[in-house]
């Protein structure tokens, strides 16, 4: 897409956890309007995006995914969309898919089926989506994410003095692993 994530709008599916968490910090930092959506209404994601907003400084915005109809409400305008479940849980099914407008890429991290967004295979490494989008599938991110963590254990390893490492630091060693 030759582009940054800045004003990128990503909608974050499982955002209170620890992936969606910290991908959503991440895009915010990076410029993107995120919105982390939760299954169980909008309280508990109003506290976690206040606490991001507290201990780094971002602006995420919470979202209320109670029922399907307030779960599809923010794909048409998705640029991105990331999808950090709990396993086996189908987050968005097809049909809601085809309410995208201009959705650029879907990427599911929940390898325990059914995937979290209807039709992202567990292999998908950039393959199109039936909504047109480029999809990444679990084992994809998986293999960035142990090269990233190895890479970074390679050089705590080969430090001669200690090294302070957190997530700012794994998505710069992941672009550097995939050459961007």
């Known amino acids: 897409f030759n582009t ?10 499982g955002g209170k956890g620890i992936v969606g968490g910290i ?25 976690k995006s206040q606490e991001y907003k507290n201990r780094f400084g971002v602006n995420v915005i919470p979202g209320d995914g109670s029922s399907d ?29 085809k309410l995208t407008r201009d959705l650029k890429v879907i990427a599911d991290v929940n390898a325990v089926p059914p995937a979290g967004i209807e039709g992202v295979k567990i292999d998908d490494n950039d393959k199109e989506h039936s909504c047109g989008a480029l999809s990444i599938g679990p084992l994809t991110s998986g293999d960035i994410k142990v090269k990233t963590q190895y890479k970074m254990f390679e050089d705590m390893c080969n430090s001669d003095k200690p090294l302070y490492l957190n997530f700012d630091k794994a998505l710069n060693t992941a672009r550097e692993i995939l050459g961007l």
């Open 69 to 97: 109809k307030l779960n599809a409400s923010f794909l048409p305008d998705a640029d991105i969309i990331f999808c950090s479940a709990r396993e086996g849980t189908q987050v968005i099914s097809l049909e809601q898919m």
């Open 4 to 13: 940054n994530l800045k004003d990128k709008n990503i909608v974050i599916y």
């Open 23 to 47: 991908s959503s910090i991440m895009c915010s930092k990076e410029g993107a309007k995120c919105t982390i959506v939760g299954y169980d209404g909008i309280e508990n994601v109003t506290k």
